[in-house]
């Protein structure tokens, strides 16, 4: 059964939450601070957080970075705040997904269903490469690692599935859409600051200098390349 940690200091949407996630079989723990929320993620071991931003003792950029500090788990963040650079400063500190309120129930729920299979391992059979080596890093698909000079890169389950599509499709351009809707899902398609972001974290953690990538190739306007 699948866990979920919701992060949130309005009971009514903490009610609403539970109601609908236990509906439908899933386990839940709730927080109402950041500290209380890291300390039940080490202790219950999610295997999906839903995080408010609007914290009463931190902002929720923190507690996504104190969970990216040790677990992988999918970060989907609920937030009040509108900005672009605010959505693109969670994403960059390690969130999945973004959703603004006032928000639906059935689009929260897609959205977190589609962040919990993302994180799932790649069943046997899917796709006939399996390992991939440059010069700077290996990526091994059946076991859902990269290593880099001997020692294993630390990926959130949106940087690993972005890094997969590109592989499977070395030396192929994927367009910007296809990539978006392959790991976010198929309601997206516009949304390419996600992609910058996620194509820096991954040229930042593997490229040897980001700023001159070798494998993360960016064909402006139309997509993006990964070159082995």
Avoid at 84 to 91: M, R
Avoid at 169 to 178: A, E, F, H, I, M
Avoid at 209 to 226: C, K, L, N, Q, W
Wanted: hydrophobic share 40%; net charge negative; glycine share 8%.
């Amino acid at each position: 059964m699948t866990r979920v940690l919701v992060i949130e200091d309005e009971p009514q949407i903490v009610r609403a939450l539970v109601i609908n996630l236990k509906a439908r079989k899933y386990e839940v723990d709730a927080a109402h601070d950041g500290a209380t929320a890291l300390r039940l993620a080490a202790a219950r071991h999610p295997d999906v957080v839903v995080l408010d931003l609007g914290l009463p003792d931190m902002d929720g950029v923190e507690v996504i970075r104190g969970l990216r500090g040790w677990t992988r788990v999918p970060i989907l963040v609920l937030s009040a705040r509108h900005s672009s650079d605010e959505k693109v400063q969670a994403l960059d500190a390690g969130a999945d997904d973004y959703v603004t309120k006032p928000f639906g129930m059935d689009e929260l729920l897609a959205r977190l269903r589609a962040a919990v299979r993302r994180a799932e391992p790649a069943g046997p059979g899917e796709g006939d490469v399996t390992t991939v080596e440059t010069e700077e890093f290996t990526v091994d698909l059946a076991a859902k690692k990269v290593n880099r000079g001997g020692k294993d890169v630390r990926l959130t389950p949106t940087e690993w599935h972005l890094l997969e599509v590109l592989v499977r499709n070395t030396g192929r351009l994927v367009s910007q859409k296809q990539l978006l809707q392959e790991v976010w899902g198929p309601s997206y398609g516009t949304e390419t600051n996600y992609l910058r972001v996620y194509m820096a974290q991954l040229r930042r953690k593997l490229e040897a200098d980001p700023s001159h990538p070798e494998h993360f190739i960016t064909e402006p306007g139309m997509g993006y390349r990964f070159e082995g």
